[in-house]
């Protein structure tokens, strides 16, 4: 049974508070020092966060998309790189056992990973495949009961710190989508597997992203993920639905920054008066509002397609370009309404501003975004 409507609007002003309380304070700490402190993570493992959409019989709190839009909508008013170790975890790092995993790998790790024991990642990026996912080098060769992996995957968001990561191989070249990719779920301690360079990156301090490498990695076959073969569509689903979480988590910073930059106009004062009270910064605000307001129904709508059992790929699409260019321009108006303020770095604006960039890159370019919405659209018009 997942979450009623109003058990997820307590947990939304739950959540509300908890980031606005004892994240936000914090905030400044977690960029100077790139590291999250241990006390925020216990927070999130005693709130249940790890578990948002791990249901309740492994248990997590088993919110369905709408309910987990909701509470990544609140988590995404504070610093995005806490936010991004929580929502890789609970989104493209489990999604894949969730919904594919056999009964088997489910009971074994879904009920660690909901308490916050076992971190979780998701490998499919290579330095050969990115936009173009399919042309994977990282192998799985059968050898008795056994899986044996080698390759090198990167970009990996919690690759340093992950326990268990969905890894897509080759299992069949001559197939290669359609049904030679296929989806494993590995521990960090399985023979083979190491952590390689740690990335520097523009933003999104405190969450940690690596290169991943497999050298003869034995990975048992109860391991595999949906079935063999079917990897390519098992990543396309994942995908799917952290694209509606990466979009939640878009609106959420924006909105953010609108309550940001409208009490700073109310309150700094030039040539006498408010700057509120010129047009000029009235509709950069209107602007921001009404867009960030598209967006978040954008979101909701392809949410409840996929609680309909809809698998919204168009829509999920739509909502994770839209969003995530939503909360960059809302980022630099921000930027511009707080003057030299805002790009000093001691203010949170400037921080804003660099994380809002991963957002129209990971989990899908935007360029890509706009391929599949193209796709369906040309698709549905057939003649
Ligand atoms: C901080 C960070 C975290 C990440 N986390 C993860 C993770 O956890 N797991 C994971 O698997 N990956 C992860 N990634 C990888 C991310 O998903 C890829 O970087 C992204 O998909 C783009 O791939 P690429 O970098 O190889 O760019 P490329 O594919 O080389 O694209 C370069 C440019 O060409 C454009 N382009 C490519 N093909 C087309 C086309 N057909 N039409 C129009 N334009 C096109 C792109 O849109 C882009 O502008 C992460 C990346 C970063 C930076």
Same mark, same amino acid.
């Given at each position: ?5 109003? %058990? ?13 309380? #004892? =994240? ?6 977690? #960029? ?49 790189? $806490? ?19 056999? %009964? ?81 779920? =590995? ?14 990156? /523009? ?14 990695? #034995? =990975? ?46 109310? %309150? ?15 509709? /950069? ?5 009404? %867009? ?28 994770? /370009?839209?969003?995530? #260019? ?20 001691? $203010?949170?604006?400037?921080?804003? $501003? ?30």
């Amino acid at each position: 049974m997942s979450a009623t409507a109003s %058990e997820v609007s307590q947990m939304k002003t739950m959540i509300r508070n908890f980031v606005e309380n #004892e =994240v936000d304070p914090y905030a400044q700490q977690i #960029e100077d020092e790139n590291h999250i402190p241990q006390h925020l993570v216990d927070k999130a493992k005693e709130l249940g966060l790890f578990g948002l959409s791990i249901p309740e019989e492994y248990g997590g709190i088993g919110l369905n998309a709408t309910g987990k839009a909701i509470v990544l909508e609140q988590l995404g008013r504070t610093h995005n790189g $806490y936010v991004s170790l929580i929502s890789a975890h609970t989104g493209i790092g489990s999604t894949g056992l969730v919904r594919l995993g056999s %009964e088997q790998i489910k009971q074994k790790y879904l009920p660690d990973m909901a308490a916050g024991n076992l971190i979780g990642a998701f490998a499919l990026s290579e330095p050969g495949a990115g936009s173009d996912a399919t042309n994977l080098s990282t192998k799985a060769e059968k050898k008795g009961n056994k899986w044996i992996l080698n390759g090198l995957k990167h970009y990996i968001t919690n690759g340093p710190i992950a326990d268990v990561i969905t890894v897509f191989a080759i299992t069949d070249k001559e197939k290669g989508a359609k049904g030679g990719i296929t989806a494993f779920l =590995v521990e960090k301690d399985f023979p083979g597997f190491s952590v390689g360079a740690e990335d520097k990156k /523009m933003g999104l301090r405190g969450s940690h992203s690596s290169q991943i490498i497999f050298e003869d990695c #034995e =990975v048992p076959e109860e391991n595999v993920i949906g079935q063999v073969g079917m990897g390519y569509v098992s990543a396309l689903t994942i995908l799917g639905e952290g694209r509606v979480g990466l979009a939640a988590r878009a609106v959420g910073s924006s909105e953010k920054l609108i309550e940001m930059s409208a009490r700073y106009a109310n %309150e700094r004062v030039q040539f006498g008066k408010p700057i509120a009270v010129n047009q000029g910064i009235q509709w /950069m605000l209107a602007d921001m509002a009404t %867009e960030t307001e598209a967006a978040k129904q954008l979101t909701m709508k392809a949410a409840s397609l996929i609680d309909e059992g809809k698998k919204a790929i168009k829509e999920a699409s739509m909502a994770k /370009m839209f969003a995530s #260019e939503v909360f960059n321009k809302v980022a630099d108006k921000a930027v511009q309404i707080h003057g030299g303020m805002g790009y000093i770095a001691e $203010y949170p604006i400037e921080r804003f $501003y660099r994380d809002a960039r991963i957002t129209k890159i990971y989990e899908g370019t935007n360029e890509i975004q706009r391929v599949i919405v193209a796709k369906h659209i040309l698709n549905e018009n057939k003649i």
